[in-house]
């Protein structure tokens, strides 16, 4: 849509044919904005006008070298411009620059250890550079922080129904951080305290009948209250 509210005449994606999957968009500093798609194995980014900019990945050709993706999910935009993907069939985390160059990877070995991720779904990134991983099916969010130009484990953090419920995607809002559950009895929404504490904000199956996933949350870079 442009700012109007109007459905753009070319949407991005039309030029290459259309997404296979779309998962998550990202705004950039810029005004550029990042689509994942997980069919395609492929992030697309675009410039304010809807301009195709650079591709992340083989679209189509799945892979597990820095230039490749598997299954791309959650995205997220640092406040140096740097571009988090969640490489979720990767089981791990890249890093790129604002330009599309590959910076670095969190993960990569599936497995519960700190570290260790089981399809990492949405990320999110708090005012002082800490990320935030959706780690879906252990059901716990890791917390990075950067050093030296590496990036260590803050804080791993679980909550909900481990047995019965997957983490699928992060976002802040009016200053929280929430995340979205997919569980047996439907979606659930969830709200990080200060104190570093879950509270459920609805509980599984809110909603229309057959709500059975919170897959993706909108919002900005998370700033927690005090």
């Given at each position: 849509f442009d700012a109007a509210g109007a459905p753009a005449a070319d949407p991005p994606g039309a030029a290459d044919g259309p997404f296979a999957?779309?998962?998550?968009?990202?705004?950039?500093?810029?005004?550029?904005?990042?689509?994942?798609?997980?069919?395609?194995?492929?992030?697309?980014?675009?410039?304010?006008?809807?301009?195709?900019?650079?591709?992340?990945?083989?679209?189509?050709?799945?892979?597990?070298?820095?230039?490749?993706?598997?299954?791309?999910?959650?995205?997220?935009?640092?406040?140096?411009?740097?571009?988090?993907?969640?490489?979720?069939?990767?089981?791990?985390?890249?890093?790129?620059?604002?330009?599309?160059?590959?910076?670095?990877?969190?993960?990569?070995?599936?497995?519960?250890?700190?570290?260790?991720?089981?399809?990492?779904?949405?990320?999110?990134?708090?005012?002082?550079?800490?990320?935030?991983?959706?780690?879906?099916?252990?059901?716990?969010?890791?917390v990075f922080t950067p050093a030296g130009g590496a990036w260590l484990p803050a804080s791993v953090n679980g909550f909900g129904r481990r047995a019965s419920s997957a983490i699928l995607s992060l976002a802040e809002f009016d200053g929280g951080l929430f995340a979205g559950t997919r569980d047996e009895g439907g979606g659930g929404l969830w709200r990080r305290a200060a104190d570093g504490s879950w509270a459920a904000m609805a509980q599984p199956g809110f909603g229309a009948p057959g709500h059975h996933a919170v897959q993706a949350l909108g919002g900005s870079t998370f700033s927690p209250r005090t």
């Open positions: 999957e779309p998962a998550d968009v990202a705004l950039g500093l810029a005004g550029e904005w990042f689509v994942s798609d997980r069919a395609a194995h492929a992030v697309y980014a675009f410039d304010a006008s809807g301009r195709s900019l650079f591709t992340l990945g083989e679209p189509g050709l799945p892979g597990d070298d820095f230039a490749h993706l598997r299954s791309p999910d959650g995205l997220a935009v640092d406040a140096a411009g740097r571009l988090y993907v969640a490489d979720s069939g990767n089981h791990r985390m890249q890093v790129f620059a604002a330009d599309g160059a590959y910076l670095s990877t969190v993960g990569g070995v599936r497995g519960p250890g700190t570290g260790g991720f089981f399809e990492p779904g949405g990320v999110a990134v708090g005012p002082d550079g800490r990320v935030y991983v959706a780690d879906t099916y252990q059901h716990r969010v890791q």
